[in-house]
C-alpha cells in the first residue's frame, strides 16, 4: 500500500521550506518497501560549479553510489520514494527533525522534534559527501577493473576500492610534510607492482591532486601483468608512469629514484 498523498505533500513542502530557507541539513530515507531497493538513502546539499544540487547517496552493503540532481529533480525523486519506495523519513534541519513514519497497513504519522537553533553554515562542499582521496570516475579505476565502463563499483572490488583510498589519504599526507613537497617532479619506483592498482592511483594523484611532474615506475616479475598493465597506462595516456619486468636489484641499478615505494 502507497503512502498517503497528503502526508507526502506535507512532508515534502517541509523538506522544500527547509531548502529554501537553508536550514536543511539532510534527509534520510529508510526501511524500504522491497528487499530489492536500495536499504538507505541519504540526501545532502552539495555545490558544484557554483549551482546547489541535491546529492543522493545510495548505501549498499558493498558499497555507495552517488547521484546528483537538481533542486526540482530531487524534489520529485523524494516525493516518488516516499510515495512508492521508502516506509520511513527522516528531515533534519537547523531547528530539528521531522519524521515520517508509515507501516505496510497504511498507518501513517509524522512528528516534530525541535532542538536549539544553530547558527552553524550548512557545508555543501561535493568532497564532503564523497569523503575519499580518489574519485570514482577517475579512468584508471576502469582500466584495472575498480569501476565498469559506466563509472560504478564493481561489487567483488570494494575491498580494493578501500585499499586504493587509504593509501592514497596515507600517502598524500606523507607527501605534503616531506622535503620532496615543493618539488615540481617526483620519481617513485613501485616494487611489486602486481596488478598496478596502487602504482596507477600513486601517479594519478601525483600528476592530477598534486600537480607534480611525474616518473613513476612499476616494477613486476610476471611478465604477462607488465604488458597489462603497460597497455592500460597507454589507454589513460599517463604520461610519465611506465611498467617494467625485473627484481629490486637491477631496478636500482637502472633506475635513479628519489623514492621507493
Known amino acids: 500500500m502507497a503512502t498517503s498523498p497528503d502526508h507526502v505533500h506535507e512532508f515534502t513542502e517541509l523538506t522544500r521550506q527547509a531548502l529554501s530557507s537553508g536550514s536543511f541539513r539532510r534527509l534520510v530515507l529508510a526501511k524500504p518497501r522491497s528487499a530489492e531497493q536500495c536499504p538507505r ?3 545532502r546539499e552539495v555545490l558544484i560549479r557554483n549551482e546547489v ?3 543522493f547517496v545510495s548505501s549498499f552493503p558493498t558499497n555507495d553510489i ?3 540532481l537538481s533542486v526540482a529533480d530531487g524534489m520529485t525523486l523524494i516525493g516518488t520514494h516516499l510515495a512508492e519506495s521508502y516506509l520511513r523519513a527522516h528531515l533534519t ?3 530539528g527533525q521531522v519524521d515520517l513514519l508509515a507501516n505496510k497497513k497504511g498507518t501513517v504519522s509524522i512528528h516534530h522534534q525541535r532542538v536549539a537553533a ?3 553554515p550548512v557545508e555543501r562542499s561535493h568532497d564532503r559527501v564523497k569523503k575519499r582521496f580518489v574519485a570514482q570516475d577517475r579512468p584508471y579505476l576502469t582500466e584495472v577493473g575498480i569501476t565498469d565502463r559506466s563509472g560504478q563499483l564493481v561489487p567483488s572490488m570494494a575491498r580494493k576500492w578501500k585499499q ?4 592514497v589519504e596515507v600517502l598524500d599526507t606523507a607527501i605534503r610534510s616531506s622535503v620532496v613537497a615543493d ?3 617526483i620519481s617513485v619506483v613501485d616494487f611489486g607492482s602486481g596488478k598496478g592498482y596502487l ?3 600513486l601517479h594519478d594523484h601525483l600528476t592530477n591532486a598534486l600537480e607534480k611532474q611525474a616518473q613513476v615506475t612499476g616494477v613486476e616479475l610476471r611478465a604477462e601483468l607488465v604488458e597489462s598493465s603497460n597497455l592500460a597506462a597507454r589507454r589513460v595516456s599517463a604520461g610519465g608512469l611506465q611498467f617494467v619486468c625485473g627484481d629490486i636489484a637491477t631496478t636500482v641499478q637502472n633506475h635513479p629514484v628519489a623514492g621507493f615505494v
Do not use: H
Open 164 to 167: 586504493i583510498n587509504k593509501f
Open 93 to 95: 534541519t537547523a531547528s
Open 183 to 185: 618539488q615540481a617532479l
Open 41 to 43: 538513502i541519504t540526501v
Open 66 to 68: 552517488t547521484k546528483n
Open 53 to 55: 544540487m541535491l546529492s
Open 118 to 120: 544553530s547558527d552553524a
Open 199 to 201: 602504482t596507477f592511483a
